[in-house]
Protein backbone atom coordinates (compact mmCIF):
# COMPACT_ATOMS: atom_id res chain seq x y z
CA UNK A 1 0.00 0.00 0.00
CA UNK A 2 1.20 3.33 -1.00
CA UNK A 3 2.00 5.76 1.95
CA UNK A 4 0.44 9.15 1.87
CA UNK A 5 3.06 10.91 3.48
CA UNK A 6 5.82 9.69 0.36
CA UNK A 7 5.50 12.32 -2.28
CA UNK A 8 5.31 9.54 -5.94
CA UNK A 9 7.94 10.51 -7.53
CA UNK A 10 7.56 12.69 -10.39
CA UNK A 11 8.74 12.79 -13.75
CA UNK A 12 11.45 15.15 -15.07
CA UNK A 13 9.28 16.99 -16.83
CA UNK A 14 5.57 16.58 -14.67
CA UNK A 15 3.09 17.84 -16.48
CA UNK A 16 -0.62 16.69 -17.94
CA UNK A 17 -0.47 16.46 -21.73
CA UNK A 18 -2.22 14.59 -23.86
CA UNK A 19 -0.85 13.78 -27.78
CA UNK A 20 0.21 15.99 -29.98
CA UNK A 21 2.62 14.71 -33.15
CA UNK A 22 1.86 11.35 -34.85
CA UNK A 23 3.64 8.22 -35.21
CA UNK A 24 4.31 8.40 -38.58
CA UNK A 25 5.61 11.69 -38.19
CA UNK A 26 8.04 11.12 -35.65
CA UNK A 27 9.07 7.53 -37.18
CA UNK A 28 10.25 9.75 -40.33
CA UNK A 29 12.17 11.51 -38.13
CA UNK A 30 14.60 9.19 -36.75
CA UNK A 31 12.28 8.74 -33.31
CA UNK A 32 11.53 6.23 -31.88
CA UNK A 33 8.21 6.02 -30.15
CA UNK A 34 8.60 4.01 -27.06
CA UNK A 35 7.01 3.61 -23.34
CA UNK A 36 9.94 3.29 -20.44
CA UNK A 37 7.65 1.73 -18.58
CA UNK A 38 6.55 -0.82 -20.78
CA UNK A 39 10.09 -1.26 -22.02
CA UNK A 40 11.65 -2.12 -18.28
CA UNK A 41 8.80 -4.15 -16.99
CA UNK A 42 10.67 -5.75 -14.07
CA UNK A 43 10.23 -2.16 -12.34
CA UNK A 44 6.96 -1.63 -11.55
CA UNK A 45 7.25 0.99 -8.80
CA UNK A 46 8.92 4.05 -9.53
CA UNK A 47 10.01 4.30 -5.64
CA UNK A 48 11.19 0.86 -5.40
CA UNK A 49 14.08 0.36 -3.13
CA UNK A 50 15.63 3.47 -2.19
CA UNK A 51 14.72 5.55 -4.55
CA UNK A 52 11.70 7.05 -3.25
CA UNK A 53 13.53 8.35 0.56
CA UNK A 54 13.91 12.03 -0.44
CA UNK A 55 11.49 13.89 -2.44
CA UNK A 56 13.47 15.63 -5.59
CA UNK A 57 12.26 18.11 -8.24
CA UNK A 58 11.93 16.63 -11.46
CA UNK A 59 13.57 13.23 -10.85
CA UNK A 60 14.13 10.45 -13.68
CA UNK A 61 12.16 7.99 -13.76
CA UNK A 62 14.17 4.91 -13.16
CA UNK A 63 13.12 2.67 -15.89
CA UNK A 64 14.57 4.97 -17.97
CA UNK A 65 17.75 5.16 -16.68
CA UNK A 66 17.54 1.06 -16.29
CA UNK A 67 16.92 0.85 -20.00
CA UNK A 68 19.65 2.99 -21.05
CA UNK A 69 22.33 0.81 -18.86
CA UNK A 70 21.05 -2.45 -20.01
CA UNK A 71 21.29 -0.85 -24.17
CA UNK A 72 24.01 1.25 -23.96
CA UNK A 73 26.70 -0.18 -20.76
CA UNK A 74 28.24 -3.00 -19.85
CA UNK A 75 28.91 -4.63 -16.43
CA UNK A 76 31.44 -2.54 -14.73
CA UNK A 77 31.79 -0.11 -16.79
CA UNK A 78 31.71 3.70 -15.38
CA UNK A 79 28.80 6.03 -16.06
CA UNK A 80 29.10 9.72 -15.27
CA UNK A 81 26.01 11.56 -14.52
CA UNK A 82 27.13 16.01 -14.77
CA UNK A 83 23.38 16.20 -13.30
CA UNK A 84 22.58 13.94 -10.90
CA UNK A 85 20.08 15.40 -8.77
CA UNK A 86 18.87 12.79 -5.99
CA UNK A 87 20.76 10.18 -7.83
CA UNK A 88 18.39 8.23 -9.58
CA UNK A 89 21.47 7.21 -11.89
CA UNK A 90 23.88 5.91 -8.94
CA UNK A 91 21.43 3.71 -7.29
CA UNK A 92 20.33 2.09 -10.70
CA UNK A 93 24.02 1.71 -11.27
CA UNK A 94 24.70 0.34 -8.39
CA UNK A 95 21.68 -2.02 -8.47
CA UNK A 96 23.32 -3.11 -12.44
CA UNK A 97 27.01 -3.48 -10.92
CA UNK A 98 28.01 -0.59 -12.69
CA UNK A 99 30.48 2.05 -11.29
CA UNK A 100 29.15 6.05 -11.46
CA UNK A 101 30.44 9.47 -10.87
CA UNK A 102 28.03 11.57 -9.82
CA UNK A 103 28.02 15.40 -9.92
CA UNK A 104 25.66 18.31 -9.03
CA UNK A 105 25.07 21.91 -8.34
CA UNK A 106 22.83 20.93 -5.12
CA UNK A 107 24.66 20.05 -2.38
CA UNK A 108 21.81 17.73 -1.09
CA UNK A 109 23.49 15.26 -3.39
CA UNK A 110 25.91 14.77 -0.65
CA UNK A 111 23.09 13.95 2.52
CA UNK A 112 21.46 11.70 -0.51
CA UNK A 113 23.74 9.27 -1.99
CA UNK A 114 24.94 7.58 1.49
CA UNK A 115 21.64 6.47 2.11
CA UNK A 116 20.27 6.00 -0.97
CA UNK A 117 23.18 3.47 -1.56
CA UNK A 118 23.50 2.22 1.72
CA UNK A 119 27.01 -0.04 1.73
CA UNK A 120 26.11 -1.75 4.79
CA UNK A 121 26.03 -5.80 4.45
CA UNK A 122 23.68 -6.47 7.62
CA UNK A 123 20.09 -5.77 8.20
CA UNK A 124 19.29 -2.75 9.99
CA UNK A 125 17.49 -2.88 13.12
CA UNK A 126 13.87 -1.72 14.13
CA UNK A 127 14.68 -1.48 17.94
CA UNK A 128 17.28 0.37 17.64
CA UNK A 129 16.10 2.55 15.46
CA UNK A 130 13.26 3.29 17.91
CA UNK A 131 15.18 3.69 20.77
CA UNK A 132 16.83 6.29 18.83
CA UNK A 133 13.43 7.91 18.20
CA UNK A 134 12.66 7.69 21.61
CA UNK A 135 15.50 9.63 22.89
CA UNK A 136 14.27 12.27 20.73
CA UNK A 137 11.63 12.74 22.86
CA UNK A 138 13.55 13.77 25.63
CA UNK A 139 16.01 16.05 23.68
CA UNK A 140 17.53 19.57 25.58
CA UNK A 141 19.47 20.16 22.49
CA UNK A 142 18.68 22.98 19.90
CA UNK A 143 19.13 23.44 16.64
CA UNK A 144 17.95 26.35 14.41
CA UNK A 145 18.93 26.83 11.01
CA UNK A 146 20.94 29.73 9.90
CA UNK A 147 18.23 30.92 7.91
CA UNK A 148 17.38 34.86 8.61
CA UNK A 149 13.84 34.54 8.54
CA UNK A 150 13.46 30.75 9.07
CA UNK A 151 10.40 32.26 11.35
CA UNK A 152 8.27 33.32 8.50
CA UNK A 153 7.86 29.29 7.37
CA UNK A 154 7.39 28.22 11.05
CA UNK A 155 4.72 28.51 14.02
CA UNK A 156 6.40 29.43 17.14
CA UNK A 157 5.88 26.12 18.96
CA UNK A 158 6.48 23.82 16.00
CA UNK A 159 9.42 25.10 15.01
CA UNK A 160 10.40 24.77 19.20
CA UNK A 161 10.12 20.97 18.57
CA UNK A 162 11.71 20.86 14.97
CA UNK A 163 15.09 22.36 16.72
CA UNK A 164 14.97 20.11 19.73
CA UNK A 165 14.39 17.04 17.16
CA UNK A 166 17.30 18.44 14.72
CA UNK A 167 19.55 19.51 17.76
CA UNK A 168 19.12 16.13 19.44
CA UNK A 169 20.04 13.75 16.32
CA UNK A 170 23.31 16.29 15.49
CA UNK A 171 24.37 15.79 18.75
CA UNK A 172 24.16 11.83 18.24
CA UNK A 173 26.27 9.76 16.38
CA UNK A 174 23.49 7.13 15.56
CA UNK A 175 25.11 6.68 12.21
CA UNK A 176 22.96 5.40 9.86
CA UNK A 177 19.82 5.60 12.00
CA UNK A 178 20.64 8.81 12.37
CA UNK A 179 20.43 9.75 8.56
CA UNK A 180 17.20 7.74 8.64
CA UNK A 181 15.61 10.12 10.71
CA UNK A 182 17.12 13.17 9.01
CA UNK A 183 15.77 12.09 6.18
CA UNK A 184 12.43 11.72 7.43
CA UNK A 185 12.57 14.93 9.16
CA UNK A 186 13.46 16.96 6.13
CA UNK A 187 9.82 15.53 5.25
CA UNK A 188 8.42 16.51 8.53
CA UNK A 189 9.80 19.45 8.29
CA UNK A 190 8.18 20.28 5.18
CA UNK A 191 4.60 19.17 6.23
CA UNK A 192 4.91 21.26 9.30
CA UNK A 193 6.00 24.35 7.90
CA UNK A 194 3.50 27.02 6.08
CA UNK A 195 4.90 26.64 2.33
CA UNK A 196 2.93 24.60 0.29
CA UNK A 197 3.78 20.85 0.06
CA UNK A 198 2.18 20.27 -2.99
CA UNK A 199 4.44 21.67 -4.73
CA UNK A 200 8.09 21.42 -4.67
CA UNK A 201 8.94 25.51 -4.67
CA UNK A 202 9.06 27.34 -1.07
CA UNK A 203 6.28 29.26 -1.22
CA UNK A 204 3.75 30.25 1.89
CA UNK A 205 0.18 29.69 0.79
CA UNK A 206 -3.14 30.45 2.21
CA UNK A 207 -4.09 26.99 2.23
CA UNK A 208 -0.87 26.75 4.59
CA UNK A 209 -1.22 28.89 7.06
CA UNK A 210 -4.76 27.57 7.65
CA UNK A 211 -4.21 24.12 7.98
CA UNK A 212 -1.14 24.65 10.05
CA UNK A 213 -3.26 26.99 11.84
CA UNK A 214 -6.23 24.28 12.08
CA UNK A 215 -4.11 21.50 12.93
CA UNK A 216 -2.61 23.89 16.46
CA UNK A 217 -6.15 23.31 18.09
CA UNK A 218 -5.44 19.26 17.62
CA UNK A 219 -3.26 17.11 18.44
CA UNK A 220 -0.12 18.29 15.99
CA UNK A 221 2.68 17.05 18.13
CA UNK A 222 1.12 13.56 18.22
CA UNK A 223 0.61 13.70 14.46
CA UNK A 224 4.22 14.72 13.77
CA UNK A 225 5.44 12.21 16.07
CA UNK A 226 3.59 9.36 13.97
CA UNK A 227 4.91 10.93 10.46
CA UNK A 228 8.37 11.15 12.04
CA UNK A 229 8.12 7.56 13.28
CA UNK A 230 6.24 6.10 10.21
CA UNK A 231 8.11 7.89 7.83
CA UNK A 232 11.63 6.63 9.77
CA UNK A 233 10.57 3.21 9.76
CA UNK A 234 9.25 3.08 5.71
CA UNK A 235 13.26 4.61 5.32
CA UNK A 236 14.56 1.68 6.98
CA UNK A 237 12.70 -1.00 5.42
CA UNK A 238 13.36 0.28 2.02
CA UNK A 239 17.48 0.42 3.12
CA UNK A 240 16.53 -3.55 4.16
CA UNK A 241 15.39 -4.30 1.23
CA UNK A 242 18.52 -2.78 -0.69
CA UNK A 243 20.28 -5.03 1.76
CA UNK A 244 18.88 -7.62 1.09
CA UNK A 245 18.92 -6.76 -2.97
CA UNK A 246 22.55 -6.56 -3.02
CA UNK A 247 23.78 -9.04 -1.36
CA UNK A 248 24.48 -10.49 -4.25
CA UNK A 249 26.98 -7.98 -4.51
CA UNK A 250 28.46 -9.58 -1.43
CA UNK A 251 31.46 -12.09 -3.21
CA UNK A 252 32.55 -9.70 -5.61
CA UNK A 253 33.83 -6.19 -5.84
CA UNK A 254 31.18 -4.12 -4.84
CA UNK A 255 30.47 -1.03 -7.87
CA UNK A 256 32.23 2.19 -6.83
CA UNK A 257 29.82 5.02 -6.99
CA UNK A 258 31.79 8.41 -6.32
CA UNK A 259 29.84 11.76 -5.96
CA UNK A 260 30.33 15.34 -5.09
CA UNK A 261 27.40 17.97 -4.66
CA UNK A 262 28.76 21.35 -4.71
CA UNK A 263 29.88 21.00 -7.93
CA UNK A 264 28.97 23.32 -10.95
CA UNK A 265 29.25 20.61 -13.72
CA UNK A 266 29.33 23.81 -16.51
CA UNK A 267 33.35 23.98 -15.48
CA UNK A 268 33.80 20.75 -13.20
CA UNK A 269 36.47 18.46 -14.48
CA UNK A 270 35.33 14.41 -14.33
CA UNK A 271 38.21 12.69 -12.42
CA UNK A 272 38.38 9.84 -15.00
CA UNK A 273 37.34 7.87 -18.33
CA UNK A 274 33.83 6.54 -18.15
CA UNK A 275 32.15 4.42 -20.89
CA UNK A 276 28.89 6.09 -20.99
CA UNK A 277 26.92 9.27 -20.11
CA UNK A 278 23.60 9.03 -18.51
CA UNK A 279 21.66 12.42 -17.74
CA UNK A 280 19.12 14.70 -17.67
CA UNK A 281 20.17 18.41 -17.80
CA UNK A 282 18.04 20.97 -15.58
CA UNK A 283 14.48 22.38 -17.06
CA UNK A 284 14.57 25.42 -18.93
CA UNK A 285 12.57 27.22 -17.49
CA UNK A 286 11.85 28.01 -14.04
CA UNK A 287 12.63 24.88 -12.52
CA UNK A 288 15.09 26.44 -9.33
CA UNK A 289 16.48 23.09 -7.64
CA UNK A 290 18.18 24.98 -5.38
CA UNK A 291 15.28 27.11 -4.27
CA UNK A 292 13.35 24.52 -4.24
CA UNK A 293 15.08 22.59 -1.63
CA UNK A 294 16.64 25.46 0.23
CA UNK A 295 14.53 24.28 3.30
CA UNK A 296 16.52 21.18 2.92
CA UNK A 297 19.95 22.11 2.99
CA UNK A 298 19.27 24.87 5.89
CA UNK A 299 18.00 22.32 8.11
CA UNK A 300 21.05 20.06 7.22
CA UNK A 301 23.32 22.96 7.99
CA UNK A 302 24.32 24.96 5.15
CA UNK A 303 24.26 28.44 5.18
CA UNK A 304 22.61 31.45 3.30
CA UNK A 305 26.00 32.17 1.87
CA UNK A 306 26.25 28.92 0.44
CA UNK A 307 22.69 28.88 -0.80
CA UNK A 308 22.94 32.21 -2.31
CA UNK A 309 26.08 31.04 -4.09
CA UNK A 310 24.54 27.80 -5.61
CA UNK A 311 21.46 29.87 -6.74
CA UNK A 312 23.54 32.17 -8.77
CA UNK A 313 25.58 28.94 -10.30
CA UNK A 314 22.37 27.56 -11.78
CA UNK A 315 21.39 26.93 -15.27
CA UNK A 316 19.79 28.86 -16.98
CA UNK A 317 19.84 31.75 -14.33
CA UNK A 318 23.53 32.71 -15.22
CA UNK A 319 25.35 34.77 -18.02
CA UNK A 320 26.10 32.84 -20.90
CA UNK A 321 29.75 33.40 -22.04
CA UNK A 322 29.77 31.62 -25.35
CA UNK A 323 26.72 31.82 -27.83
CA UNK A 324 25.96 28.28 -28.68
CA UNK A 325 24.43 27.97 -32.35
CA UNK A 326 23.09 25.63 -34.28
CA UNK A 327 19.95 25.37 -37.17
CA UNK A 328 17.55 25.05 -34.87
CA UNK A 329 18.29 26.76 -32.18
CA UNK A 330 19.27 30.02 -34.34
CA UNK A 331 15.90 29.70 -35.55
CA UNK A 332 14.05 29.73 -32.37
CA UNK A 333 16.42 32.81 -31.60
CA UNK A 334 14.85 34.72 -34.77
CA UNK A 335 11.42 34.04 -33.59
CA UNK A 336 12.20 34.85 -30.14
CA UNK A 337 11.54 38.44 -29.56
CA UNK A 338 11.80 39.15 -25.87
CA UNK A 339 15.55 40.08 -25.04
CA UNK A 340 15.18 38.33 -21.04
CA UNK A 341 14.10 35.26 -22.69
CA UNK A 342 17.11 35.51 -25.48
CA UNK A 343 19.45 35.47 -22.45
CA UNK A 344 18.10 32.90 -20.85
CA UNK A 345 17.97 30.65 -24.08
CA UNK A 346 21.78 31.31 -24.50
CA UNK A 347 22.69 30.86 -20.81
CA UNK A 348 20.68 27.37 -20.77
CA UNK A 349 22.70 26.05 -23.94
CA UNK A 350 25.82 27.41 -23.43
CA UNK A 351 26.22 26.01 -19.72
CA UNK A 352 24.01 23.25 -20.19
CA UNK A 353 26.58 22.35 -23.69
CA UNK A 354 29.41 23.06 -21.40
CA UNK A 355 28.86 20.47 -18.28
CA UNK A 356 27.55 17.92 -20.74
CA UNK A 357 30.75 18.91 -23.22
CA UNK A 358 33.32 18.52 -19.88
CA UNK A 359 31.91 14.72 -19.13
CA UNK A 360 31.40 13.76 -22.70
CA UNK A 361 35.24 14.56 -23.25
CA UNK A 362 36.17 12.14 -20.93
CA UNK A 363 34.02 9.48 -22.60
CA UNK A 364 36.03 6.60 -24.60
CA UNK A 365 35.80 5.84 -28.28
CA UNK A 366 32.45 4.15 -28.97
CA UNK A 367 30.92 5.42 -25.72
CA UNK A 368 27.02 6.56 -25.82
CA UNK A 369 26.23 9.77 -24.15
CA UNK A 370 21.81 9.14 -23.35
CA UNK A 371 20.49 12.58 -22.94
CA UNK A 372 17.22 12.52 -21.76
CA UNK A 373 15.39 15.93 -22.15
CA UNK A 374 12.08 17.50 -22.97
CA UNK A 375 10.54 19.66 -25.60
CA UNK A 376 9.54 22.62 -23.80
CA UNK A 377 8.29 25.98 -25.04
CA UNK A 378 9.41 29.62 -24.90
CA UNK A 379 6.84 32.58 -25.43
CA UNK A 380 5.13 29.72 -27.12
CA UNK A 381 7.67 28.67 -29.62
CA UNK A 382 8.93 24.93 -28.95
CA UNK A 383 12.66 24.25 -28.10
CA UNK A 384 13.77 20.88 -29.64
CA UNK A 385 16.11 20.00 -26.78
CA UNK A 386 17.33 16.81 -28.11
CA UNK A 387 17.38 18.09 -31.94
CA UNK A 388 19.54 21.52 -30.83
CA UNK A 389 22.16 18.72 -28.86
CA UNK A 390 22.05 16.24 -31.51
CA UNK A 391 22.84 19.00 -34.10
CA UNK A 392 25.54 20.80 -32.07
CA UNK A 393 27.24 17.26 -30.86
CA UNK A 394 27.41 15.74 -34.49
CA UNK A 395 29.79 18.49 -35.80
CA UNK A 396 31.75 18.18 -32.18
CA UNK A 397 32.86 14.70 -32.70
CA UNK A 398 29.55 12.55 -32.10
CA UNK A 399 27.05 10.72 -33.95
CA UNK A 400 23.61 10.54 -33.73
CA UNK A 401 22.21 7.27 -33.33
CA UNK A 402 18.85 7.94 -32.60
CA UNK A 403 15.77 9.07 -30.09
CA UNK A 404 13.39 7.37 -28.08
CA UNK A 405 10.10 9.39 -27.97
CA UNK A 406 8.04 8.70 -24.42
CA UNK A 407 4.67 10.12 -24.43
CA UNK A 408 3.05 11.61 -21.49
CA UNK A 409 -0.09 10.43 -20.68
CA UNK A 410 -0.71 11.86 -17.31
CA UNK A 411 1.90 13.12 -14.63
CA UNK A 412 1.83 14.23 -10.93
CA UNK A 413 4.24 17.21 -10.69
CA UNK A 414 4.53 16.62 -6.39
CA UNK A 415 1.44 15.15 -4.05
CA UNK A 416 -1.61 15.23 -5.37
CA UNK A 417 -2.42 18.40 -7.26
CA UNK A 418 -3.06 18.27 -11.01
CA UNK A 419 -1.00 20.56 -13.01
CA UNK A 420 -1.43 22.19 -15.94
CA UNK A 421 0.87 22.33 -19.04
CA UNK A 422 2.41 25.83 -19.08
CA UNK A 423 5.15 24.56 -21.65
CA UNK A 424 3.08 22.45 -23.88
CA UNK A 425 5.50 19.89 -23.27
CA UNK A 426 3.87 16.70 -24.61
CA UNK A 427 6.59 14.17 -24.65
CA UNK A 428 10.16 13.38 -23.60
CA UNK A 429 13.31 12.51 -25.16
CA UNK A 430 16.00 10.10 -24.76
CA UNK A 431 18.75 11.13 -27.10
CA UNK A 432 21.46 8.46 -27.82
CA UNK A 433 24.64 9.68 -29.18
CA UNK A 434 27.81 7.84 -30.06
CA UNK A 435 31.35 9.07 -29.88
CA UNK A 436 33.09 8.84 -33.03
CA UNK A 437 35.87 5.98 -32.82
CA UNK A 438 38.78 8.16 -33.98
CA UNK A 439 37.99 11.36 -32.51
CA UNK A 440 40.52 13.11 -30.12
CA UNK A 441 39.41 15.98 -28.33
CA UNK A 442 42.42 18.48 -29.10
CA UNK A 443 43.45 20.02 -25.96
CA UNK A 444 41.98 23.42 -26.98
CA UNK A 445 38.32 21.86 -26.80
CA UNK A 446 39.00 20.17 -23.29
CA UNK A 447 41.21 23.10 -21.89
CA UNK A 448 38.81 25.90 -23.08
CA UNK A 449 35.86 24.52 -20.70
CA UNK A 450 37.54 24.94 -18.05
CA UNK A 451 38.66 28.60 -18.51
CA UNK A 452 37.87 31.93 -18.24
CA UNK A 453 33.72 30.96 -17.95
CA UNK A 454 33.03 33.28 -14.74
CA UNK A 455 33.43 32.65 -10.99
CA UNK A 456 33.46 28.48 -10.57
CA UNK A 457 32.95 27.11 -7.10
CA UNK A 458 36.06 26.74 -5.21
CA UNK A 459 37.91 23.23 -5.58
CA UNK A 460 35.68 20.87 -3.83
CA UNK A 461 37.49 20.34 -0.53
CA UNK A 462 38.00 16.43 -0.63
CA UNK A 463 38.44 14.68 -3.93
CA UNK A 464 35.75 12.36 -4.96
CA UNK A 465 36.98 9.49 -2.81
CA UNK A 466 33.78 9.50 -1.16
CA UNK A 467 32.98 5.97 -3.17
CA UNK A 468 29.96 4.04 -1.70
CA UNK A 469 31.32 0.69 -2.68
C1 LIG B 1 16.55 17.32 -14.08
S1 LIG B 1 17.47 17.53 -12.62
C2 LIG B 1 18.30 15.99 -12.46
C3 LIG B 1 17.48 15.00 -11.69
C4 LIG B 1 18.14 13.65 -11.60
N1 LIG B 1 18.22 13.02 -12.90
C5 LIG B 1 17.39 12.73 -10.62
O1 LIG B 1 16.89 11.70 -11.03
O2 LIG B 1 17.27 13.11 -9.46
C6 LIG B 1 18.74 18.62 -13.13
C7 LIG B 1 19.82 18.90 -12.10
O3 LIG B 1 20.73 19.86 -12.64
C8 LIG B 1 21.33 20.49 -11.52
N2 LIG B 1 22.06 21.71 -11.96
C9 LIG B 1 21.59 22.94 -12.29
N3 LIG B 1 22.61 23.74 -12.60
C10 LIG B 1 23.76 23.03 -12.44
C11 LIG B 1 25.16 23.32 -12.60
N4 LIG B 1 25.60 24.51 -12.96
N5 LIG B 1 26.05 22.31 -12.35
C12 LIG B 1 25.64 21.09 -11.94
N6 LIG B 1 24.34 20.77 -11.77
C13 LIG B 1 23.40 21.72 -12.03
C14 LIG B 1 20.16 20.75 -10.58
O4 LIG B 1 20.62 20.92 -9.24
C15 LIG B 1 19.34 19.47 -10.77
O5 LIG B 1 19.62 18.54 -9.77
Known amino acids: MKDPNLEEQSTLFPIDTEFE ?62 FAGSGTVGVEAYLCKRNAVLLDLNLLLNHIIP ?13 DLCKLLDGMQKSHHQFTPAWSNVTYWYAPEILEVLSRYWGFINNTDGGVYSAIIKSALLKVNKRFSYTEDRTPKLARSKRKLKAIK ?66 SPPYLQAQEYIRSTKMDLFWLGHTEEEIQELSRLEIPYRKADRVIQTETLDRVRDRLTRDDLHKRLDSYFCHTINALE ?25 VELWRILAEYFTEHGWTFEK ?33 D ?23 PKTPLNNDAS
Open 358 to 382: NSMNQLKPNAAACIFVGNPRIDGIT
Open 214 to 279: ELLKENWQEQLDEMLYSLSLKTLKSLNDFVMHTQQHQNEVAPEIHWQGGVDSSYATVPRECDALIT
Open 21 to 82: TSKEETISDGVELVSFRELVPEIDDTGYLTHAIFAYPAKFIPQIVRYAINTYTQEADWIVDP
Open 403 to 435: VYEDRIKTRKLFGARKNKNPDGMKSEFLLILRR
Open 115 to 127: LKIYSGKDRLNEA
Open 437 to 459: ATYQPSAQQCGSVLRGRGDPLPA
